[in-house]
C-alpha cells in the first residue's frame, strides 16, 4: 500500500492506505477524526462534507489518492474551540435535533460564507440543497447561516 502525507486542519498525516481508500475512511478509521459523518456514501445526502482547498467536497466519494498536497479542513479543523461564527449560531438558534447531519451543514455553510459573507437567502438554499436533514430542521439551518453572516 501506498503511503500518503495529507494536509488536514493544518497538520501533516502520513496513511498508509489503499489508494482508493475515500477520504472520510481516512479521516475515522485512521486519524480518528470522527465528526465528519458516513451517510450516504454516494455523495447525495451531505454528512460527510469537509473543506477541500476551501471548497465543499463530500469525502465519502474522494480517494486519497486524489487528494495530493490539497489543504483539507474537517468540522475539527474549523475552529479549535467551537466559536467559529456558524458554530456559535448553530448553538443561539438550537439547530440541532439529533445532530447527525449537522457537521456537514456547517462545513457546507462555511464554505458560503467564506466565498460570501453576506449571502441572501436564495444563495443560502441553493448552497444548502444537497444536504440532507432527516429531522427537518431546514428553517433554523437557513437562520443560523444567515445569524452567522452577520457575526463574521
Not at 498525516?13 to 458516513?38: C, F, I, M, Q, S
Not at 460527510?48 to 486524489?66: D, E, I, Q, Y
Amino acid at each position: 500500500m501506498p503511503l500518503y502525507k495529507l494536509q488536514i486542519n493544518g497538520q501533516t498525516h502520513e496513511v498508509d492506505v489503499d489508494a482508493d481508500t475515500p477520504l472520510l475512511w481516512v479521516l475515522r478509521d485512521n486519524l480518528n477524526l470522527v465528526g465528519t459523518k458516513y451517510g450516504c456514501g454516494v455523495a447525495q445526502c451531505g454528512a460527510c462534507t469537509v473543506h477541500f482547498n476551501g471548497s465543499a467536497t463530500r469525502s465519502c466519494v474522494l480517494p486519497v489518492s486524489a487528494i495530493g498536497n490539497s489543504k483539507i479542513t474537517t468540522i475539527e479543523g474549523l475552529s479549535v474551540n467551537g466559536d467559529h461564527p456558524l458554530q456559535q449560531a448553530w448553538d443561539e438558534v438550537d439547530v440541532a435535533q439529533c445532530g447527525y447531519c449537522q457537521a456537514g451543514q456547517i462545513m457546507s455553510a462555511a464554505a458560503l460564507l467564506q466565498q460570501k459573507p453576506k449571502p441572501t437567502m436564495e444563495e443560502i438554499d441553493r448552497t444548502m440543497q444537497g444536504n440532507i436533514c432527516r429531522c427537518g430542521a431546514y428553517h433554523r439551518i437557513r437562520e443560523a447561516i444567515k445569524l452567522a453572516s452577520t457575526k463574521a
